[in-house]
Structures are given as structure tokens and as C-alpha cells.
T-cell receptor, first 112, second 114 residues
């Protein structure tokens, strides 16, 4: 059974620092992986999608990498800002039954 | 604005009561789904639908019913609320139910069962 783990559960860093969020999964047979952002009281916003054949994707200050063989993905945030404070979730698409498997998220706080 | 609309945003129920969480999308998406989010856990799929008249169970379907009479609407019914159903519920829609086609999420319904 596919399981997705995100460590740490919470992270607090000063503004301006570069940081890495981690996502690991137990079964390498995934179609793709996506990172989402969740703000309090809001829905989920997609950030980066990595297909199983890709190694990384970049959008602005965000870079996501994927290593299927080791069951790991990282989300790198450069030059963090207070507006980056949110919970970051990763999800994998595993097979044809449309089910996404989610990590529990990392709550990120950027201190001004 | 196009998107997924969930109502209500907050609800408190007494054990044994029933209610319907509403979800509507205006993007003509075929795929719609309901997830619940509990503290310390990832989102879990309750039910999903791949089109009007077609629904199926997800990972945690017990205690919930769904129907899909139109493309736009996908209501979630709690038959007899239990404290274990206290959670935040998200509705999501997608063109085809895969991450690569993109998912749009509603803003959630925070449900408390006392």
C-alpha cells in the first residue's frame, strides 16, 4: 500500500533563508507527484507537478525534484518570504482508480 | 469566477443528525471527488464520480452517500453524523481525475459533530 510521508511536520525559519521540504513515498510505481499549498480557510493551490519521467520542475523561487528510485521528492524554496507561510502538501497519483495519496503536510512559518 | 464552490463553510451537528454538504463546479469537469482532512493525516478520498450518474467509493466511504445527477453538482450526504466524522471536507474537480490534468479544490467545509 502506497504511503506518503512529509518531514518535518512543522518548520519555522527567518525570512530570506533557502529551505527544503521533504516528501517520501513507499512505492516507486507512481504516475506523477504534485506539491500543493494550503492557506488557512482556503482550498489547495497547486504549485508544481512532476511527471514520473521527469527529475525536476521549477516555477519562480520554487524547485521540485523527484527521485523515483529512492521514493523521494523535495520542494526547494529560495529566498523565503513571510508570504510563503502556509502548509505544503505533496500528493502522488498511483493508478487508474483516480485516488491520490497525500502526505500530512509541512506547516511552514517564515519569520519577518 | 470559475471554480469549485462548497457550502456551508462551517457546520455543527449533533450526533445522529443528517446533512448534505454541497459542491458545485462551473468548469464542465467530468471528475469530482470528496476528501476529508484530519489533523496529522493526509487527505483521504471518500467518494468520487467520473461523470453524471457514475459514482464510486474511495478509501473511507462508510457513513457517507453521494449522487451525481448533473455534471455541475456532487453533494455529499452524512446519513447519521458521528463524532468521528468531525473533519474538514474538500470537494475537488478535474478534467479527467489525474494530477496531470490539474485539480481545482473548493475552500472546504469545517464540520464538527458533538
Amino acid at each position: 500500500k502506497q504511503e506518503v510521508t512529509q518531514i518535518p511536520a512543522a518548520l519555522s525559519v527567518p525570512e530570506g533563508e533557502n529551505l527544503v521540504l521533504n516528501c517520501s513515498f513507499t512505492d516507486s510505481a507512481i504516475y506523477n507527484l504534485q506539491w500543493f499549498r494550503q492557506d488557512p480557510g482556503k482550498g489547495l493551490t497547486s504549485l508544481l507537478l512532476i511527471q514520473s519521467s521527469q527529475r525536476e520542475q521549477t516555477s519562480g523561487r520554487l524547485n521540485a525534484s523527484l527521485d523515483k528510485s529512492s521514493g523521494r521528492s523535495t520542494l526547494y524554496i529560495a529566498a523565503s518570504q513571510p508570504g510563503d507561510s502556509a502548509t505544503y502538501l505533496c500528493a502522488v497519483s498511483v493508478d487508474s482508480n483516480y485516488q491520490l495519496i497525500w502526505g500530512a503536510g509541512t506547516k511552514l512559518i517564515i519569520k519577518p | 469566477n470559475a471554480g469549485v464552490t462548497q457550502t456551508p463553510k462551517f457546520q455543527v451537528l449533533k450526533t445522529g443528525q443528517s446533512m448534505t454538504l454541497q459542491c458545485a463546479q462551473d468548469m464542465n469537469h467530468e471528475y469530482m471527488s470528496w476528501y476529508r482532512q484530519d489533523p496529522g493525516m493526509g487527505l483521504r478520498l471518500i467518494h468520487y464520480s467520473v461523470g453524471a450518474g457514475i459514482t464510486d467509493q474511495g478509501e473511507v466511504p462508510n457513513g457517507y452517500n453521494v449522487s451525481r445527477s448533473t455534471t455541475e453538482d456532487f453533494p455529499l450526504r452524512l446519513l447519521s453524523a458521528a463524532p468521528s466524522q468531525t473533519s474538514v471536507y474538500f470537494c475537488a474537480s478535474s478534467q479527467a481525475g489525474r494530477l496531470e490534468y490539474g485539480y481545482t479544490f473548493g475552500s472546504g467545509t469545517r464540520l464538527t459533530v458533538v
